[in-house]
């Protein structure tokens, strides 16, 4: 409410030239999205901890020391000014998109949502066709009767770990191994469908790319299919029938 802005404390900064104000708390990138102006993201998401691993998000603060800094974690500071149109803010978010395309499966050979959040910022940055190589991810696991895993599409986000772990307080899904091998776990590294989920859907809801996906949508589920679910009216509009 911009009534708001009368009474609470505010910071003034510049972002791409514009007078912005962000509430004290609020970081850079959560004051362009409640005034309109898109930064791209992907590891954040409204209401969940922000992480700043993916850096799709990074702005130049061009007053002072000239950093690169993601704007999902940095909080603006009175007189700041940011760019996140600059040729170096530019170019770093869209190297980010690129990297994270060239790890997504070949449309048609394994099923990830051709809508997801990383396409909608790679068709704005104009990133087509990345230049490197995939890294190669395990394999699709449908194990679940509820959900798809497709971890070959998965950008490491941890948008689910937060999801399962803080949101929903189940705490399935983590974040395991390094370097190369570090991947998105359920339990003990178990398949979806032998690990604790409920099937609540909350990390179908915050994934970016479609690695965990309703299974309905990748014609892996009969309508009518009875599970069993704590949750029988989620978000996930997966048309099992509930026991
Ligand atoms: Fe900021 Fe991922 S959205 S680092």
Known sequence: ??????TAKTVGFKLDGEDVQAFEGETILQAAKRQGKEIPHLCYKDGYRPDGNCRACVVEIIKGERVLAPSCCRYPQEGMDVSSTSE?????????????????PEQGKS??????????????????????????QPAPNFSHPAIAANLDACIQCTRCVRACREEQMNDVIGYAFRGHHAKIVFDQDDPM???????CGECVQACPTGALMPSNSVGLVEPEKKVDSTCPYCGVGCLLTFN
């Open 88 to 104: 170096r803010a530019r170019t770093s978010q869209k190297l980010v998109l690129e990297l994270l395309l060239s790890d997504m």
């Open 111 to 136: 099923p990830y949502n051709p809508h997801s959040e990383l396409d909608y910022w790679a068709g704005k940055l104009e990133v087509w066709n990345p230049r490197f190589p995939g890294r190669g």
């Open 1 to 6: 409410n911009p009534e708001d802005l009368k």
């Open 193 to 199: 469908g032998e690990s604790t989920c409920v099937a």
